[in-house]
Structure formats: C-alpha cells, structure tokens
C-alpha cells in the first residue's frame, strides 16, 4: 500500500498528560474525521491532533471518539477519530446547549410538539457505488481480478456505513484496488467518510 498516497498528511498528537508525539501519518477525511495510519499509538478522547498547514497556519482537533481498526493481510491499521475542529463555531457556543442527533432518511427532532406527518421513502444504492461499479465494469474483460473487484465493490455497496462491517470489507476492497487505484482514486474520499462507527 502506497502510504504517501492514503495518509498524505503528517500531524502531531498532543495528549492531555502533556506528551506531543510527531510524524503521525494522517488522512483528513472530512471536518469530523481523521483516519491515523496504524494502531500504535494510544490516542484518548480530548487529546488533541495539529494540523499544520504549508501557510504557517494550523488546524486543531479535539478528539471526540477513538475506534482502532486492525490490519489484515496487506492492509494496515487504522485508527479512526471523530474529532471537532477547536475555534469553530460549535466550540464558541455560549449558554445553554443542545445536541440532537439525528440520522435516518426525513428524521425529525420536535421539541415540545407533536409531528402527525408521515413519509414515503425509497432508498436505493448510493450514488457512489454505482459510479464506482460502472468504472469496474469498463475496465478490459481480460483485466486481472476485474470480477474479484466487482464482486467486492458490490459487498462494499450493501455494508451498512459507519459499522465495523462496513469497514472489514472497505479494507479488503482497497487490498484488491490497490492495482487499479487510478480507477478507484475518485470515489476514496465518500468511500472514506462511510467509515467509522454508529
């Protein structure tokens, strides 16, 4: 696996017991998450991991949720961190607070008061998936391991995001595209984002 490519980022770790620890290889997935390269180091939630910039500037993160991810076979570990960037405007908030979490097609929050609508929705695959096997399937008949490729794509494509299932097969994908990365290349970053946990 080519590091350089899948943790193009290198952060430092500064943990609440005043330690800093550097070179941590990283991939900055979106604003909520960052994968780290291995499962060596002990990374606890409120630590906090530095981003610096090649503008002399820095981004910190506040370690919210740590999920070690082990190796298999010629894939590494990985560490996955739901993180919160520090001076953005949910850690500025003042006064009273309340956090809502909601997730599901149309979900709600209604606070004191009742929701007498009802919903229709049909799901199907997401976008990215079908991209994603339409450029396998263009691949040449006689490419090596084009139908080991589908068939793990299409395993991917049906793992519910942000479980360990999800990412047990996310890993065995990228283990067989690593000889086709630049197929795959365009759709690692929403691929990325599913991983993780509920």
């Not at 910039?53 to 076979?73: A, E």
């Not at 570990?77 to 909601?102: C, F, M, P, W």
């Not at 209604?110 to 609508?117: A, E, G, L, Q």
């Not at 994603?132 to 299409?154: H, I």
């Amino acid at each position: 696996m080519d590091i350089d490519f899948f943790f193009p980022e290198t952060v430092s770790l500064e943990g609440r017991n005043g330690n800093t620890i550097w070179g941590l290889r990283a991939q900055i997935v979106k604003a909520g998450k960052i994968l780290i390269y291995g499962d060596h180091t002990v990374i606890d939630v409120d630590d906090v991991i530095v981003h610096s910039l090649r503008n002399g500037t820095s981004h910190r993160y506040r370690v919210l949720d740590v999920i070690y991810q082990q190796g298999h076979i010629d894939l590494p570990a990985i560490t996955s961190l739901e993180v919160r960037r520090e001076g953005s405007k949910a850690s500025q908030a003042v006064g009273d607070q309340h956090v809502y979490n909601v997730t599901g097609n149309n979900a709600r929050v209604n606070v004191h008061s009742n929701d007498s609508s009802t919903n229709t929705v049909t799901t199907g695959m997401n976008p990215v998936f079908k991209q994603l096997l339409a450029a396998l399937e263009a691949l040449p008949e006689d490419y090596p391991q084009k139908r080991t490729l589908l068939e793990a794509g299409d395993s991917l494509s049906t793992a519910p995001p942000r479980t360990a299932i999800y990412t047990e097969r996310f890993q065995q994908f990228m283990g067989l595209a690593a000889n086709c990365i630049t197929v795959v290349t365009p759709f690692l970053s929403e691929l990325a984002k599913m991983l993780g946990s509920q």
